[in-house]
């Protein structure tokens, strides 16, 4: 679990003035699923989307790098961005019908990006589009359809079959399940896990389900407020040495069948963008807070794979 | 007995695709069944395409049914008539829609979304603006006052779906039918939702009919759950019951997939047949128990008495295996 793909290192984002990610550190190791999980606004899609230079203005990154497979990627200039991008890592969208061009059929998507990186031979990129469908159980008849004439599990199932063309190193899901049913849901994760066993790529999962990542990924970051304010492996999140704000997401969360606890909702409202504290953002809605959380609230490591942002849990350690 | 409050009987709903020599038939909803009790939350659940909010659009008067009856307080509303301004069943029944972004008109005020219910539906007197803030106050946004002269781009996703729900209580309704009232809202502030759903329900005596696709919320704010499948229901009875111990492949099925555990699932992902709809069980195509008679003949409800919120009925010839 060494070969760590991915590298952020202190990110700082801001869309014009407005600050919205205040510094945020993350590692990704080859053949691990990494959750990221976090509410409506609290830079989840900014994080990653910042990291790989995927957004343009009005955001602007404001401080840190990420290295991606040895490379720095604020290094790199807009050509090296374009080959870097799908051949090292490429992107799984939540919406396969939006990132889909609906005049094109899926053959012809699949035909564009191997020509775009330089597969020149027609017969090696026919050979090619049918062996993505088949690794995602889709005949190759998928291959002269258009997107809307795909059911919504088809179509995020050509959106990872287009994503692994290239073979990345990382491989981006933004929330590709969130639209789907229960039972698509289980076969496109089920799809992921087989995949990445086979192929070894690293990936993050970008969700704000944080019960589906507490089986899927391996570990967890969870974002509050443009603040990674805790990143665990899967099994140690919502324990006694959590994150005050994890424990009240999965507290927040209805009861699982056969769970005897009732459902107790965080009280208050996120902080909107722009609004900033030295301290803990949560400190307002956290039922522990002190006057000791108006300092600013450093990562601070529990064990060598738990990191906790908050001063009661992470304080005192030897 | 007392009527129930809302108590849908065979309702059928069908679309005609395409025209031509062989139009297709899209069937919806078949022959649907189910009450709804004062003070009672019954969740409609199941996938895309399963029906669940055809039935709720109905029930609110916005879909025409092709038959099939839907009597508020034993009285039937003219659900296969033509649609047209019926006040006087929309005064009675209230949607809460799945996007409070959207089911909120962004160039007007509170104030404005709350005033006109209230005016339409005869409610509007001099007090209109102490009746809108206590509105709002009775959907947990205090003081209400505060919030009339803001638009919706000033609130959250929480404060949005809470005005949503205040202007549903507007017309003084017995019925509120929430189409996935929190699937668009954070997971720390749906709990918050389904909890005021119920509180309005005990203090004022309401009947919920919840559409959702989330199991773990319908067992635990509803008291009965119908699970439905291609337009029919599979299961229907007490959420507790059915989602502990689910009877029907189906139900099986939803809850294998919700509880997030790495066991290998009994079906796996396929589209409900609802265009040219074939005889037998719907899902029989899906499940691992079909036999021949499960895809050709009528398939039996197995009915069992519970103690308490109504009998528990399976559609399934192999029931519980």
Same mark, same amino acid.
């Given at each position: 679990?060494?070969?760590? !793909? ?6 700082? /984002? ?26 409506? *606004?609290?830079?989840?899609? @900014? ?12 955001? $602007?990154? @404001? ?6 497979? *040895? ?17 090292? /890592? ?9 990132? &889909? ?5 899926? *053959?012809?998507? !699949? ?8 597969? @020149? ?7 090619? =589009? ?19 004439? &795909? ?32 039972? $698509? ?31 899927? =990924?391996?570990?967890?970051?969870? &974002?509050? =407020?443009?603040?990674? $304010? ?15 704000? @994890?424990?009240? &997401? ?17 009280? *208050? $409202? ?27 609230? =450093? ?20 | ?17 395409? %025209? ?50 839907? #009597? ?134 309401? %009947? ?7 199991? #773990? ?39 294998? #997939? #919700? ?10 992902? %396929? ?51």
């Amino acid at each position: 679990m060494n070969d760590v !793909v991915l590298h952020i290192q202190d990110l700082q /984002v801001a869309y014009g003035s407005t600050a919205v990610l205040h510094g945020a550190s993350l590692r990704v190791s080859a053949g691990e699923v990494l959750g990221l999980v976090g509410e409506s *606004g609290s830079g989840k899609s @900014t994080l990653v989307q910042g990291a790989l230079r995927m957004l343009g203005r009005p955001a $602007v990154i @404001t401080g840190g790098d990420v290295i991606l497979d *040895g490379q720095s990627l604020f290094d790199l200039d807009a050509a090296g961005l374009r080959r870097m991008w799908w051949n090292t /890592v490429s992107l799984v969208p939540q919406n396969a019908l939006n990132a &889909l061009n609906p005049m094109l059929t899926i *053959g012809a998507h !699949v035909d564009d990006t191997l020509l775009a990186h330089g597969i @020149t031979d027609a017969a090696d990129r026919r050979r090619r =589009a049918i062996d993505a469908m088949a690794l995602v159980d889709l005949l190759p008849d998928t291959l002269t359809a258009h997107p809307h004439m &795909l059911s919504g599990g088809m179509r995020q199932r050509v959106a990872i079959a287009l994503a692994l063309l290239l073979e990345p190193r990382l491989v981006v899901f933004d929330e590709p399940t969130t639209a789907l049913d229960v039972v $698509v849901e289980r076969d496109i994760l089920d799809r992921i896990r087989a995949l990445q066993a086979e192929r070894g790529f690293a990936a993050v999962f970008i969700t704000h389900d944080i019960s589906l990542l507490l089986t899927f =990924a391996d570990r967890i970051a969870v &974002l509050y =407020a443009g603040r990674v $304010v805790e990143v665990a492996p899967a099994r140690a999140l919502g324990g006694p040495s959590s994150h005050p704000y @994890t424990v009240g &997401l999965l507290g927040a969360l209805p009861p699982k069948l056969g769970e005897d606890r009732t459902a107790v909702p965080i009280a *208050g $409202v996120a902080p909107r963008a722009g609004q900033t504290t030295p301290g803990c953002a949560f400190a307002p809605r956290c039922t522990h807070a002190s006057p000791k959380c108006e300092e600013p609230q =450093a990562l601070r490591a529990l064990t060598d794979h738990h990191h906790v942002a908050c001063h009661r849990v992470a304080g005192e350690r030897p | 007995m007392t009527a129930p409050l809302l108590r849908v009987t065979d309702l059928t709903v069908q679309f005609t695709r395409g %025209g031509g020599f062989r139009p297709r038939i899209l069937r919806a909803a078949h022959r649907v069944s189910f009450d709804l009790h004062r003070g009672e939350v019954v969740a409609l659940v199941g996938e895309s395409g399963s029906g669940k909010s055809t039935i709720g659009r109905v029930v609110a008067r916005l879909l025409q049914a092709r038959s099939g009856t839907v #009597a508020l307080d034993g009285r039937e509303l003219p659900v296969t008539r033509h649609l047209r301004a019926d006040k006087a069943t929309r005064s009675r029944v209230q949607m809460i829609f799945q996007d409070p972004y959207a089911s909120l008109n962004p160039v007007h005020t509170i104030y404005h979304h709350l005033a006109r219910p209230l005016t339409l539906h005869g409610h509007g007197g001099t007090h209109l603006r102490s009746t809108a803030a206590a509105l709002l106050e009775s959907a947990g946004l205090a003081p209400g006052d505060a919030f009339l002269d803001r638009k919706p781009h000033a609130l959250s996703g929480g404060q949005r779906q809470r005005v949503a729900i205040a202007r549903a209580l507007a017309p003084r309704p017995d019925v509120l039918v929430a189409d996935e009232p929190t699937a668009s809202l954070d997971v720390s502030v749906r709990m918050e939702v389904l909890l005021l759903l119920r509180r309005l329900l005990e203090a004022r005596g309401l %009947g919920v009919l919840l559409i959702t696709h989330d199991l #773990a919320a319908a067992r635990w704010i509803a008291d009965r759950i119908v699970v439905l499948y291609a337009g029919q229901v599979m299961e229907q009875g007490p959420a507790e019951s059915v989602l502990s111990s689910p009877q029907h492949p189906y139900t099986q099925l939803l809850v294998a #997939a #919700a509880a997030h555990t790495s066991a290998p699932l009994p079906a796996g992902p %396929g589209a409900p047949p609802v265009i040219d709809p074939p005889p037998g069980c719907p899902f029989a195509e899906r499940c691992r128990n079909a036999t021949t008679a499960c895809r050709t003949g009528t398939i039996p409800d197995h009915i069992r008495p519970t103690t308490h919120a109504g009998p528990w009925v399976t559609r399934c010839l192999h029931p519980g295996s």
